[in-house]
Nanobody
Framework: QVQLVESGGGLVQPGGSLRLSCAAS????????MSWYRQAPGKERELVASITSAGGSTNYADSVKGRFTISRDNAKNTVYLEMNSLKPEDTAVYIC???????????????WGPGTQVTVSS
């Protein structure tokens, strides 16, 4: 069975830091690009950061660039999101996504985790 399980969320003060983890199982993790999304109450889900399957390339939303870092450890089947200088507007449920692109001999595959709550408040 495929599983993506996020952890590391919680309550933190503005300016603080947090590291999220997403542990994957049930598929070949090293073949999948990984992303973090977030969704705040009443708002649309937005892409926060992504990383290629081997970890060679990363992308970030403008709102988190310079503050957040995505990384992965393929030996541990885990992707991380390091969050620094947190702001109240970072408050959201953070959701892990795995994606394998379509090829001539395969279909596109996407998996989603259930999410973990991050609250930034004084």
């Amino acid at each position: 069975q495929v599983q993506l399980v996020e952890s590391g969320g919680g309550l933190v003060q503005p300016g603080g830091s947090l590291r999220l983890s997403c542990a994957a199982s049930g598929f070949t993790f090293s073949n999948y690009a990984m992303s973090w999304y977030r969704q705040a109450p009443g708002k649309e889900r937005e892409l926060v950061a992504s990383i290629t399957s081997a970890g060679g390339s990363t992308n970030y939303a403008d709102s988190v660039k310079g503050r957040f870092t995505i990384s992965r450890d393929n030996a541990k089947n885990t992707v991380y999101l390091e969050m620094n200088s947190l702001k109240p507007e970072d408050t959201a449920v953070y959701i892990c996504k795995a994606e394998r692109a379509a090829g001539w001999d395969r279909r596109r595959t996407v998996y989603w985790g259930p999410g973990t709550q991050v609250t930034v408040s004084s």
